[in-house]
């Protein structure tokens, strides 16, 4: 939290003892300003059709070859990264949002209030996340939107739950009822006691959801229900190097690689913050 | 006299179970004079917490108020609406947890807490700060503004019911509620609040509802005293008086108790024989009779009233 003075610099003072962590701040930082900067690094237009040099090699032109079509496979790939981090970006804050709010209602809300959403949390929960952006994408057709938006539904019950379940166990802790007793108002107390004392958790779980919502975009586009063609995608990518695998193995490779980096990156990185921001573990003396 | 601060008056409490209700507080009645400190003293179940969650009318939500009324400044508190009653707490009425571990918020610092308790007031944030560290230094923590920088988890449980106590005192309240502000601390650590407690109320001049289940600690602190029993009175009055010439058997049985009375070598401390009665299924006649070894006949037909003038009890065989 930003009203914590020197609580990012003591963090990132205890990142750089964990070379994992650090590892995985760098990657993340990679992966970001690679996308932002997409356009200016990218060697040739994604969208470039040259068919006389389809499923090349990588050559100093073309640092990881070429696709079916001829297209620059790393400039596709820049441009996938975009894509990815845009829908995990969306995705991501929008169901955290969401999912803060609906949790504190049923966390602090009166009992059936709390009952009905965990209801509806559990009805969302209960369908396979594949199977309910099947029949969304059958409704409404493929596009990048639809994968926002069926991340964000499916993610919303798994953010709402912790936060439910870290509200009830806040809500009967000393501190909370004697704020009560000092005449604070609901609103203050989710405000100013509940919400900083569970954001720490909750970023972390962001950040550790960040491979998952970026490969859910892959899958999706690797089935087709996801960002349209020719848009680039690293489930895009995937999908069209794999029918021409036994001609040319790089755009697989190219499609590949950024799906892992991204996912250790941002599990080293997210584990290492937990284990800095968890308050058991931070018990060191003197002010901070 | 003048006028009660706070006067309880036949209030009544019950909740609501599965097994029908327990009437948690029944008939209790304690006028607290404005600057005196007031302590209850009672074994657990009696109905200490449930009376003071009554007064700042945070009950849990299956409890319901049977009867009675609670003068806060003449003004009834179970007829105020909930935003008049929040603005009362923390001004008016301000309260000390028992376990300093877990009244504090882990994550924020100490100055932080200070200053937002003071929400209320149009007051620059360097203000806020130099109030707080102005009420550090009365606590008795030593180099306030350096410990405003801390988050709880560096303080000591003595140094955080300290930084408790200084946040309930920031408003100048006419009435505290300390809930065992001692219970969690040693017994050196526990002197100390103590009379620094003293010393407190002197300068603020509040009054202090004083709960605690150390006879020795209420002996030490407290200008009167209220014996509770199975949600009832049992005997009220003077300190002095109560503890030196105790009336009621329970009274008296809870000071033979008491491990700092004992004068021989033992290895077994003594006890109260028996249980509290269930309060679901409340006896006729006297809630103490199936403990007492001096009741007669009528206490198991009639209620005792609680009568006496400075010194009540309610005690058919000793009251009188």
Known sequence: MSTRPGVLAETFASLRKDPLGMLGLVIVVVVLLASIFASQLAPHDPLDVNVYNRLQSPTWQHWLGTDQLGRDVLSRVLFGGRIALKVALVAISVSLSAGLLLGMLAGFGPTWLDRLLVVCFDTLRSFPTIMFALAIVALIGPSLNTVIGVIIITSIPVYARIVRTQTQALRNQDFVLAERAMGASTARILRDHILPNIAAPLLILASMDVPAVVGMEAGLSFLGLGVNPPTPSWGSILNDGYSYLRNSPWPIIAGGIPLILVTLGFTFFGESLRDILDPKLRKKGGAS | ?320
């Open chain 2, 1 to 320: 006299m003048t006028a009660p601060v706070l006067d309880i008056r036949d209030l009544s409490v019950s909740y609501d179970t599965d097994r029908g209700l327990l009437r948690a507080l029944r008939n209790i009645n304690i006028p607290i004079s404005p600057g005196r400190i007031v302590g209850i003293v009672g074994e657990s179940g009696c109905g200490k917490s449930t009376l003071i969650s009554a007064i700042i009318r945070l009950l849990a939500p299956n409890a319901q108020i049977d009867g009675g009324s609670i003068l806060f400044k003449e003004n009834d508190l179970l007829a105020l609406d909930p935003e008049a009653m929040r603005a009362l707490r923390g001004v008016e009425i301000s309260m000390v947890f028992q376990d300093p571990m877990t009244s504090l918020n882990p994550v924020m610092t100490i100055g932080r807490q200070m200053t937002d308790i003071q929400y209320r007031d149009n007051r620059s944030k360097a203000e806020k700060l130099a109030r707080a560290t102005r009420l550090l230094e009365r606590v008795g923590i030593a180099d306030p503004a350096e410990q405003l920088n801390r988050y709880p988890h560096h303080l000591s449980g003595g140094m955080r019911q300290r930084v408790a106590i200084a946040m309930a005192l920031m408003t100048e309240p006419a009435l505290l509620i300390a809930d065992e502000p001692t219970t969690a601390l040693d017994a050196t650590l526990e002197v100390q609040i103590i009379h620094r407690l003293q010393q407190l109320q002197r300068d603020f001049g509040c009054a202090i509802l004083f709960i605690s289940h150390h006879l020795g600690v209420i002996a030490e602190l407290c200008d009167e005293v209220v014996v509770m029993y199975a949600g009832e009175i049992v005997e009220s009055g003077a300190t002095r008086d109560v503890f030196l010439t105790p009336r009621h058997p329970y009274t008296r049985k809870l000071l033979e108790c008491d491990p700092a009375r004992i004068e021989k070598a033992t290895r077994n401390l003594p006890v109260i024989a028996g249980k509290l009665p269930d309060l679901v299924d409340l006896p006729d006649g006297c809630v103490f009779r199936t403990r007492c070894d001096v009741s007669i006949e009528l206490c198991a037909s009639e209620r005792p009233p609680l009568e006496g003038g400075d010194h009540c009890t309610a005690c058919h065989v000793t009251g009188q």
